[in-house]
C-alpha cells in the first residue's frame, strides 16, 4: 500500500516563506512525475507544480507561482518538495502532493501502476 505523506504546511504572514514535504512510503519501484495541486476555498483544484523523475527531469510551474515557488525531487527518497517564497495571500488553500504512474507489486503478485495523492496540508497567508 503506498501513502504519501504531507508535511510543513502553516500560517505565515505575506511575505514569507514555507517549505512542503511529501513522501511517499510502500514497496515502490518507480514513480513518474511527483507534484503539488492546491484548492482554495470555493475553488476548484489546481495544479501548482510537477517534476518528472531523473536529473532530466521536467518541471512545470503555474505561471502565478513562478519565480516564487521550487520544486524539487529526490528520487531516492521517493520524496518532492516545494519551497514557497514571497507568499500571498492568495496562496491561502490546502496543498496536496500527487505521486503519478506510481510502479508497485499487487497482493497477486503482479505489477501495478497507479496514482496516489496526499491528505493535504493546509497554507494560511494572513497578516
Known amino acids: 500500500q503506498v501513502q504519501l505523506v504531507e508535511s510543513g504546511g502553516g500560517l505565515v504572514q505575506p511575505g514569507g516563506s514555507l517549505r512542503l514535504s511529501c513522501a511517499a512510503s510502500?514497496?515502490?519501484?518507480?514513480?513518474?512525475?511527483m507534484g503539488w495541486y492546491r484548492q482554495a476555498p470555493g475553488k476548484q483544484r489546481e495544479v501548482v507544480a510537477t517534476r518528472t523523475s531523473g536529473d532530466g527531469g521536467i518541471t512545470n510551474v503555474q505561471d502565478s507561482v513562478k519565480g516564487r515557488f521550487t520544486i524539487a525531487r529526490d528520487d531516492a527518497k521517493n520524496t518532492v518538495y516545494l519551497q514557497m517564497i514571497s507568499l500571498k495571500p492568495e496562496d491561502t488553500a490546502v496543498y496536496y502532493c500527487t505521486a503519478e504512474n506510481v510502479l508497485t507489486i499487487a497482493t497477486d503478485g503482479r505489477p501495478h501502476q497507479d496514482d496516489y495523492w496526499g491528505q493535504g496540508t493546509q497554507v494560511t497567508v494572513s497578516s
Open positions: 510502500g514497496t515502490i519501484f518507480s514513480i513518474g512525475a
